[in-house]
C-alpha cells in the first residue's frame, strides 16, 4: 500500500512561516490534502486538492506538490497553529491513506 | 450547520461487539460517500472504512476487514459501524467524516468530521 512520511516535529517561532513536508513515491502525480488537529479535537481539514482552501481556513495557510513531495506552507505563524497536522492521499488507485502526523510547536 | 454526530463507544471486552452510529444534518446525506476513521491514544489517523452514497460499494482496511461492517440508512440520515470480535488493539476515538470528491482531481477526501467517539477494548 502507499506510504506518506511526515516529519515527527517542526518548530517554528511566531511570524515566520513552517514548513511540514509529506514524502511518498511519486506523489506529485497524486492529490494531497491536509487535516489541522488540535488536542482533544476533531481534524479539520485545511488544504485540499493540493493548494486549495476550505471556506473559512485563512490564506496563511498554502499548498505545493512535486515529485517526492507535498508540502504545508504556514505564513506568519501564530500560537494558535500549534496542533498535529496530517497528510492525506486518496484516489481510486489506492485507499485512503494517511501521513504518521508532524507536531508543529510555536516556540 | 452541517453536523456529524457520534454515538454508541463506551467500554467492551476483548471479543466482544459494538454498533457505532453517526447521525448527520444540515446536507443532504444520501449524495455523499461516508468514511470511518479512528485515532488511537497518542497516535494518528487510521483510515477504518467507507460507504458509496447508496450503499452498494464499501471498502475496510485490512486491520478490520472480516470484523467490522459499515451501512447506512439514507432515510434516517445516519451511518453505522458493527464492531464485532474487538481487540485491544481497536481501542481509539473513532471519527465519521463526510466524503467530498473533486471533480478536477479525481481524489477524495474528507470535508466535515464528527467530533469522535471512545471505544475501549479491556477486560
Known amino acids: 500500500s502507499y506510504v506518506l512520511t511526515q516529519p515527527p516535529s517542526v518548530s517554528v517561532a511566531p511570524g515566520q512561516t513552517a514548513r511540514i513536508t509529506c514524502g511518498g513515491n511519486n506523489i506529485g502525480s497524486k492529490s494531497v490534502h491536509w487535516y489541522q488537529q488540535k488536542p482533544g479535537q476533531a481534524p479539520v481539514l485545511v488544504v485540499y486538492d493540493d493548494s486549495d482552501r476550505p471556506s473559512g481556513i485563512p490564506e496563511r495557510f498554502s499548498g505545493s506538490n512535486s515529485g517526492n513531495t507535498a508540502t504545508l506552507t504556514i505564513s506568519r505563524v501564530e500560537a494558535g497553529d500549534e496542533a498535529d497536522y496530517y497528510c492525506?492521499?486518496?484516489?481510486?488507485?489506492?485507499?485512503?491513506?494517511f501521513g504518521g502526523g508532524t507536531k508543529l510547536t510555536v516556540l | 450547520q452541517v453536523q456529524l454526530v457520534e454515538s454508541g463507544g463506551g467500554l467492551v471486552k476483548p471479543g466482544g461487539s459494538l454498533r457505532l452510529s453517526c447521525a448527520a444534518s444540515g446536507f443532504t446525506f444520501s449524495d455523499y460517500y461516508m468514511s470511518w476513521i479512528r485515532q488511537a491514544p497518542g497516535k494518528g489517523l487510521e483510515w477504518v472504512s467507507y460507504i458509496s452514497s447508496s450503499s452498494s460499494y464499501t471498502n475496510y482496511a485490512d486491520s478490520v476487514k472480516g470484523r467490522f461492517t459499515i451501512s447506512r440508512d439514507n432515510a434516517k440520515n445516519s451511518l453505522y459501524l458493527q464492531m464485532n470480535s474487538l481487540r485491544a488493539e481497536d481501542t481509539a476515538v473513532y471519527y465519521c467524516?463526510?466524503?467530498?470528491?473533486?471533480?478536477?482531481?479525481?481524489?477524495?477526501?474528507?470535508?466535515?468530521w464528527g467530533k469522535g467517539t471512545t471505544v475501549t477494548v479491556s477486560s
Open positions: 492525506q492521499v486518496w484516489d481510486s488507485s489506492s485507499d485512503p491513506v
Open positions: 467524516a463526510r466524503v467530498k470528491f473533486g471533480v478536477v482531481s479525481l481524489s477524495y477526501y474528507m470535508d466535515v
